[in-house]
């Protein structure tokens, strides 16, 4: 089995929150949600290795 390079995962991550950003500059209502939700994205990881130490 093939092993995926190491920053896929910072690859996605940054993507995520790239869109949320844009989203939040983009206009209201579910744009909101959905800029809270990528930003959040970029703090689970952080939340997660909290947690696991």
Known sequence: ????HPL???VVI????L???IAALA????????????LA?????IAWALRRR
């Open 41 to 45: 994205v970029s703090i689970a990881p």
């Open 8 to 10: 896929v995962p910072v």
């Open 19 to 21: 869109a949320g950003m």
């Open 27 to 38: 206009g209201d209502g579910w744009r909101d949600l959905a800029a809270a939700g990528g």
């Open 14 to 17: 940054s993507v995520v929150s």
């Open 1 to 4: 089995m093939r092993q995926a």
